[in-house]
C-alpha cells in the first residue's frame, strides 16, 4: 500500500474527520479542479478569435497565439 502522501497515486480518500487514512496525519483542503473549470480557458480563447479580440500578441510571452499551447497543457493533465 502507498502513502496517500505521495504524488503518484490516481485517487486518495479522505475520512470525515479529516484525517490521511494512511499515514494518519492531518488532511489537507485542496481546490477540486473539475474537467468543466479546466476547459473553461480554451471557451474563453476560442470567443475571442472568433470575435477578432484575440490579445495574445501582447498578454502571451511568445507574442503569438496561445490556444495551441492552453490546449496542449489541458491535455497533459
Given at each position: 500500500m502507498e502513502d496517500c502522501c505521495s504524488t503518484n497515486l490516481k485517487e486518495t480518500r479522505v475520512e470525515r474527520n479529516g484525517i490521511c487514512?494512511?499515514?494518519?496525519n492531518k488532511a489537507k483542503n485542496v481546490?477540486?479542479?473539475t474537467l468543466k473549470s479546466l476547459l473553461k480557458p480554451i471557451e474563453q480563447i476560442r470567443e475571442n478569435i472568433h470575435k477578432n479580440r484575440c490579445g495574445c500578441e501582447v498578454n502571451n510571452p511568445q507574442g503569438s497565439c496561445c490556444f495551441g499551447n492552453v490546449t496542449k497543457y489541458i491535455k497533459s493533465i
Open positions: 487514512p494512511s499515514c494518519k481546490k477540486l479542479i
